[in-house]
C-alpha cells in the first residue's frame, strides 16, 4: 500500500524490488496511491464510527516518525491524532501504568497513531533501569489482557516493530550529529542506547514473545532501507483495513456571482 520530490542521480534508485535503495522519485510516486487509499480508510472511519489505534515501535532511528508523517501528512488532523507522549510525571508514575494511555485511544471515527506507546516499559524503561523486572513482568501479562479489551469494544489495533541493523543505526546517529535540523532528535539516551544493542535485541524478543497474540500480533517491518520499510508498512496497513469504500459526499461548487474581492485594512495594521 504509500511520499515528496526532488532527483538527483543519487536519489533515483533501483525501483521497488529488494535490491538497492529506493529514490526518491519512485518513492513518492509509490506513495502518493497509498496515501490516497489512506483517505479512503479516514472516510470510511468517519461513515462506520469505527477507531484505528496504529502502535508503531522499534529502536531508536528505525524511522518511526518518518512512517507515521507518512500516514498522517495528508488526513485531517482533527481526525488523525499522533500520540508521543513525554515521559510520565510524578504523579502519573503513581498511576496504573496504562491509564496515561487510555485517555489517548481515539473517539468513533478517529485514528491515533502511536509514536512509542506502552511498550516503553518492556523496550526503554527495561534496558535503561527506569523500572524494575517485577514492573517488566506484570506489564508483559497485562499487555495482552489491555489490548484483548480495545479489540473486544471494537477498536481496530495494528502493532508494528521497525528492524535495523546497527550499522545502519549508527550511519543514521552520525547523521543526526552532523545535521543541526536533525541534531534535536539525538539525546544522551540515544547514546546509551548504541552501547546496549544487544540487551534492546534481550528485551524485544521477551516482549514479542509475551505480547504477541492472535487479537493483536505484532508484524515486523524491515527498516533498513526506511523508504520501502514506509511503502510495505503503508501497503500492510491498507490490505489489512476492512472493504472501506464508501458513498462519496457531492460538494455543490456555484460561481461566486460577483468578482472577487480584496482584502482591505483601515488603521496601522498592514500585512507584511
Not at 85 to 96: D, G, M, S
Not at 191 to 204: C, N, Q, S, V
Not at 224 to 247: M, S, Y
Request: aromatic share 8%.
Amino acid at each position: 500500500m504509500g511520499k515528496k520530490n526532488g532527483s538527483s542521480d543519487k536519489d533515483k534508485g533501483n525501483g521497488d524490488g529488494d535490491g538497492g535503495r529506493l529514490g526518491k522519485a519512485e518513492y513518492f510516486e509509490a506513495l502518493a496511491p497509498l496515501q490516497l487509499q489512506l483517505n479512503d480508510v479516514a472516510r470510511w472511519l468517519q461513515h462506520t464510527g469505527k477507531r484505528l489505534v496504529v502502535v508503531v515501535e522499534g529502536r531508536d532511528t528505525a524511522g518511526k516518525g518518518g512512517v507515521i508523517a507518512a500516514l498522517s501528512e495528508t488526513l485531517n488532523p482533527r481526525q488523525c491524532r499522533v500520540v508521543a507522549l513525554p515521559k510520565p510525571t510524578e504523579r502519573e508514575r503513581t498511576q496504573w501504568y496504562f491509564q496515561r494511555y487510555v485517555a489517548q485511544l481515539p473517539a468513533a471515527g478517529e485514528i491515533a497513531l502511536f509514536d512509542r506507546s506502552w511498550y516503553n516499559r518492556a523496550g526503554v524503561e527495561r534496558v535503561m533501569g527506569y523500572c524494575s523486572e517485577d514492573e517488566t513482568a506484570a506489564f508483559l501479562k497485562q499487555a495482552p489482557v489491555f489490548e484483548r479489551l480495545l479489540v473486544d469494544d471494537g477498536i481496530l489495533v495494528f502493532k508494528y516493530w521497525l528492524t535495523v541493523d546497527q550499522a545502519q543505526q549508527e550511519e543514521r546517529f552520525a547523521e543526526r550529529l552532523a545535521d543541526p535540523l536533525k541534531r534535536w532528535k539525538l539525546s544522551p539516551i540515544d547514546l546509551k542506547a548504541r552501547e546496549k544493542y544487544a540487551d534492546y535485541t534481550a528485551a524485544r524478543h521477551a516482549m514479542l514473545e509475551a505480547t504477541h497474540s492472535k487479537h493483536a500480533p505484532w508484524v515486523l517491518v524491515d527498516f533498513n532501507d526506511q523508504r520501502r520499510g514506509r511503502l510495505k508498512l503503508l501497503r500492510h496497513l491498507l490490505d489489512a483495513v476492512p472493504e472501506r469504500k464508501v458513498p462519496e459526499v457531492s460538494i455543490d461548487f456555484p460561481p461566486l456571482g460577483h468578482d472577487p474581492l480584496v482584502e482591505r485594512f483601515k488603521g496601522v495594521l498592514k500585512p507584511i
